[in-house]
């Protein structure tokens, strides 16, 4: 949305599994799975 990747520790809200069971939710740090990445020019 911003043309950036987070940065941080957030949030994931909670949702449904694919057989319908609650999820709650749990935080995800997104340093390590964006780090060295760079997004596409639109």
């Known amino acids: ?14 949702g449904r599994d694919r057989f319908g069971q609650l999820k709650p939710s749990f935080p995800v740090d997104f340093e390590p799975l964006t780090a060295g990445r760079v997004l596409p020019k639109l």
């Open 1 to 14: 949305m911003n043309g950036e990747f987070p940065k941080g520790v957030h949030i994931m809200p909670e």
